[in-house]
């Protein structure tokens, strides 16, 4: 809050005073700048003609996709099946590992501050920036295409994740219950497990569910990369361009995507 | 309380469900679920096997990552994911500021409120690649599809959180400055910007570090940016390119983790 006087010496308020206003402005002119100059570029490499002939490409492929195939609902429950199962095995395989990372992230429960600690956040900086479908890219190159490539992408790409939140979650534990159950003589284990696990049980629960509804969006995708699940039946109908098909198939992910999001919108309040 | 009572009665930690007929059957159904999963899990050992010496070398590639050989084309992706990132990220925030407002209970109409809900739905539900495929086969390849995926995505994410954080704000506040009978556009300026702008601008530097990560992946569909050169990389086993442009997203992705944290710090 600024107050200025005009020249006939009455007060005029203002927001900022003129120099956060010049800097502002400032900042302003360089964020515009950059993103015209961005913007330019985009453009540049852009047909423009395809993007004027836009809608009725689109409603072409609306056109053909429309009625969806029904028939062909019966090929995609097997893909469905594995869909789940990538996720949900993913999620469990990373929990395993993630566990133990986040309690050698936690500044409360590592063993060491630099020795332990500065690995597991590298771990988990690194499974966190690199996308499932990378993750995905690069396991079909080295263990061949088919859902364990799939499940072991997920599972690479939660930990991070989970280890991220779970490891919050642990520092920010109360202290008081740690430090009476080891007055109570108890060995470091079981201060693990009768102070600290109660304590972040209900926000490991929540979590996992989170994270099993997120997997279940990525695994929909990864077969477009070879890694099994929907996506496969995916990739061949559009590469045939099967547009009924494709429509059928988006419209199954979308209830799958739907539908996990309400069982895990209800567990989590269920926890909380 | 008679001495061989309580010798008999054993301390038990407090399950953590407590009607036991859920929690017995919700453990027995995940046990049959897991036999069933893993009995459909077909994997192919052999594979597998053979695998594990190019896995090792990819593991390898990080000790020597090669950032020379392929550097122009390293160079021009990193360039246009970081141009896809930027645009679609303003873009996005541009649009998802009237969508929020639109979507946040207290200030919008019903009929408003239901249409801006719908659009966030939709764009949560589906996948960047899905939406980016579509657009790819609409738009033809290059950036402008990953753009506008982007900025799709981000208006689902950026318009539901604000929403939420309007919802929340303080309502003495935006009373006190409708009494002093200021006009909407007026009452939103000075009454709710206030309140939820360090959280819209730590939204927004988080939902840029997204967009990066994401947009290394549009190129795998045709959609532009550094993702086509990793694609590459891989098809054709150069696992020290690949090592090089992932180094480079991790540095990328830890750099803006750490700008937007001193951003946000600085904001409260």
Not at chain 2, 108 to 127: D, K, N, T
Request: with cysteine; hydrophobic share 55%.
């Amino acid at each position: 809050m600024a107050i200025s006087t005009n020249k006939n010496g009455q007060k005029i308020w203002a927001v900022r005073d003129r120099n956060t206003q010049l800097t502002r402005w400032f900042v302003y002119f360089v964020a515009v700048a950059l993103i015209v100059y961005c913007w330019q570029t985009i453009s540049e490499a852009t047909t423009w003609f395809f993007v004027v002939d836009a809608p009725r490409i689109a409603g072409d492929i609306g056109g053909r996709a429309m009625p969806p195939k029904w028939s062909y609902i019966n090929e995609l429950w097997e893909p469905l099946w594995d869909t789940i199962n990538i996720a949900t095995i993913g999620t469990v395989l990373s929990l395993i590992i993630a566990v133990p990372v986040a309690f050698m992230a936690a500044r409360n429960t590592t063993p060491h501050q630099i020795l332990c600690r500065w690995p597991a956040l590298l771990i988990i900086v690194s499974s966190r920036s690199i996308n499932s479908l990378i993750w995905a890219l690069l396991l079909v190159a080295i263990i061949g295409p088919g859902i364990f490539a799939g499940t072991i992408a997920i599972a690479l790409r939660s930990i991070g994740f989970c280890a991220k939140l779970l490891y919050e979650a642990i520092e920010e534990i109360d202290e008081k219950q740690v430090e009476a159950i080891t007055a109570t003589g108890a060995s470091r284990w079981q201060v693990m497990a009768y102070a600290i696990v109660p304590q972040i049980m209900p926000s490991f629960a929540g979590i996992t569910v989170f994270r099993w509804d997120i997997n279940i969006r990525e695994s929909t995708v990864l077969g477009l990369v070879g890694a099994g699940g929907i996506g496969l039946q995916m990739q061949s109908s559009l590469s045939v361009l099967a547009w009924p098909q494709v429509s059928l198939i988006l419209l199954v992910i979308f209830a799958a995507v739907i539908l996990s999001e309400m069982v895990s919108a209800k567990v989590r309040a269920a926890i909380i | 309380m008679s001495a061989s009572m309580t010798a008999s009665r054993k301390w038990r930690k407090p399950p953590m469900i407590k009607n036991p007929l859920m929690r017995w059957g919700l453990t027995t159904g995940c046990l049959i679920y897991l036999v069933l999963a893993f009995g459909s899990f077909d994997v192919n050992w052999s594979r597998v096997y053979e695998g594990l010496d190019r896995g090792w070398q990819f593991i390898l590639a990080f000790s020597e990552p090669d950032f020379l050989s392929r550097k122009s084309d390293i160079i021009d992706g990193m360039v246009e994911s970081a141009i896809m990132t930027i645009t679609s990220t303003a873009c996005g925030i541009l649009i998802s500021i009237p969508i929020g407002l639109g979507a946040a209970r207290n200030i919008a109409p019903l009929p408003v409120y239901f249409i801006c809900r719908g659009i966030i739905a939709i764009s949560r539900a589906l996948h960047e690649i899905i939406v980016a495929i579509l657009l790819v086969a609409i738009f033809g390849f290059g950036p402008f599809a990953g753009f506008v995926t982007l900025s799709f995505a981000t208006i689902g994410f950026l318009a539901k959180l604000l929403a939420e954080d309007i919802e929340d704000t303080d309502r003495s506040q935006a009373e006190a400055i409708k009494a002093t009978g200021a006009s909407w556009w007026q009452w939103v300026t000075y009454g709710i910007q206030p309140q939820v702008m360090p959280r819209l601008i730590g939204l927004s530097m988080y939902r840029l570090d997204i967009n990066f990560r994401e947009s290394a992946i549009l190129g795998l569909v045709g959609a532009g940016g550094i993702g086509a050169t990793l694609n590459t990389a891989f098809d054709r086993y150069e696992f020290d390119t690949a090592a090089a442009i992932i180094i480079m997203i991790i540095a990328i992705v830890m750099l803006l983790e750490y700008l937007s944290g001193v951003i946000r710090a600085r904001l409260q």
